[in-house]
């Protein structure tokens, strides 16, 4: 059954280090999101992409977070220079189109502590 | 702006017996709605949807959700809960046409008693 994989599950890194994590969407899938989950909390989206394009990053704090799709397939979401408050589980989901009506498929996301 | 509200933080609930998740949104648009379900240490599924049409949904699980638009809830239920369904729910909103933008709520754990 296709999945969408992320890369690693957990991480621990210090504050001020660099953080990177990975994702690779089902197969054919255009659009690819990218969630942080605070615990106690509901997912938020960071970043949408369609194809290698970016349609909303507007909750992306911008001054320390990229991420990119540079073939439209993969991706990579980074984090540099981390902080504490960036401890989270960090989620990566996908879509055959992006459309409202168009079911979203979740990876089992990487859980990212600040120490 | 849409927003999601899910009032119930935990429900605990005896096996065997019947649960409601409330779930209430704001939008100003029309809406598409959905609730998600995450096991512990995994990412979310999706556990049923209201697009258009009927406005009583169910899942392959057994959980129904009744889309009410004068009311703005879409609570999610089931008669009988299981050991199995002891997870966190999540309702989430997403405004017709264009690309999907969905907000989620904060969530609900349901704690299956045995």
């Known amino acids: 059954e296709a999945e969408v994989a992320q890369s690693p599950r957990y991480k621990i890194t210090e504050k001020s280090q660099a953080v990177a994590f990975w994702c690779d969407p089902i197969?054919?899938?255009?659009?690819l999101y990218w969630y942080r989950q605070i615990l106690g909390q509901g997912p938020e989206l960071l970043v949408q992409?369609?194809?290698?394009?970016?349609?909303?990053d507007s909750q992306l704090p911008k001054d320390r977070f990229s991420a990119e799709r540079l073939k439209g397939v993969d991706s990579t979401l980074k984090i540099q220079p981390a902080e504490l408050g960036d401890s989270a589980m960090y989620l990566c989901?996908?879509?055959?189109?992006?459309?409202?009506?168009?079911?979203?498929?979740f990876g089992q996301g990487t859980r990212l502590t600040v120490v | 702006a849409q927003s999601v509200t899910q009032l119930d933080s935990q429900v605990p609930v005896f096996e065997e017996a019947p649960v409601e998740l409330r779930c209430n949104y704001s939008?100003?648009?029309?809406?598409?709605l959905f609730w998600y379900v995450q096991y512990p240490n995994q990412g979310l599924q999706l556990l049923l949807k209201?697009?258009?049409?009927?406005?009583l949904v169910e899942s392959i699980n057994g959980f129904e959700a009744e889309f009410n638009k004068s009311q703005t809830s879409f609570h999610l239920r089931k008669p009988s809960v299981h050991i199995s369904d002891t997870a966190e729910y999540f309702c989430?909103?997403?405004?017709?046409?264009?690309?999907?933008?969905?907000?989620f709520g904060t969530g609900t754990k349901l704690q299956v008693i045995p």
């Open positions: 989901a996908s879509s055959f189109s992006g459309t409202a009506n168009t079911e979203a498929f």
């Open positions: 197969s054919g899938h255009a659009t």
């Open positions: 992409f369609q194809d290698e394009s970016v349609v909303d």
């Open positions: 939008s100003s648009v029309s809406v598409y």
């Open positions: 209201y697009l258009s049409g009927s406005t």
């Open positions: 989430a909103v997403s405004e017709t046409g264009g690309y999907q933008k969905v907000t």
